[in-house]
């Protein structure tokens, strides 16, 4: 299927929105969708939406619309879901256990095989099955596992020093929730996620929402 060269964030950042919608249409024996119908649920308009999937070839037909299964199958290999991942994770406080919690991970193709902190408390501790280990044995782990995924859970003091530990052992790919930035070179990816940040959006849009009905 013909692929542009070039795909905005914006878009890419679309394409899990595509997914969970159709696997809900899917799980809900719905078997077509038009881009007008997506548009409703999604709250994007129709244009928007056949713009976005015309960035990976041809999906659908003019007036039959999409195949659920067939659209959901083709934007989760674009995203790479049909492949396994291993992934660790750093800092086993609140975060990282409600993390290492989450089942879903496996349904996306990332298996979790470590988890990490520098809290001798913790060592041994299991968390889903994983034991808890200390930062310490990091290194000597990323050796003798083929990981690719890290995710940072930790103070944002430490958070620069083991991504570099992570990068010079061969890590790939780092999902960094410490509350800073983080810079790495061209051939890894990091997502920084801020929590707080949407937090404050959603504060802004109540805000907003407020002010405007004052005195209903």
């Not at 990490?116 to 930062?135: K, S, T």
């Not at 995710?151 to 960094?176: F, H």
């Amino acid at each position: 299927m013909a692929k542009s060269n070039y795909i905005s964030m914006p878009v890419i950042r679309r394409l899990p929105r595509y997914y969970r919608h159709l696997t809900t249409l899917k799980n809900r024996g719905i078997n077509r969708v038009s881009s007008k119908e997506l548009s409703e649920n999604m709250g994007l308009t129709a244009s928007q939406i056949r713009q976005d999937l015309n960035c990976f070839g041809g999906f659908g037909q003019q007036g039959y619309g999409y195949m659920v299964d067939q659209l959901r199958t083709e934007i989760g290999n674009i995203m790479g879901i049909q492949n396994s991942y291993k992934a660790i994770i750093l800092g086993a406080g609140n975060l990282g256990q409600a993390l290492a919690n989450y089942v879903d991970f496996e349904k996306r193709g990332f298996k979790l095989v470590g988890i990490f902190d520098v809290n001798p408390v913790l060592e041994g501790i299991a968390v889903r099955g994983i034991e808890i280990q200390m930062l310490s044995d990091l290194p000597l782990f990323l050796k003798e596992n083929e990981v690719e995924i890290a995710i940072l859970t930790l103070p944002k003091n430490k958070a620069k020093e083991m991504a570099k530990i992570l990068i010079d052992n061969g890590i790939k790919a780092i999902w960094n929730f410490a509350h800073i930035d983080l810079d790495a070179p061209e051939d890894v990816m990091v997502e920084n996620v801020h929590l707080s940040e949407s937090l404050m959006t959603l504060s802004y849009n109540l805000s907003e929402y407020r002010k405007e009905h004052e005195g209903e």
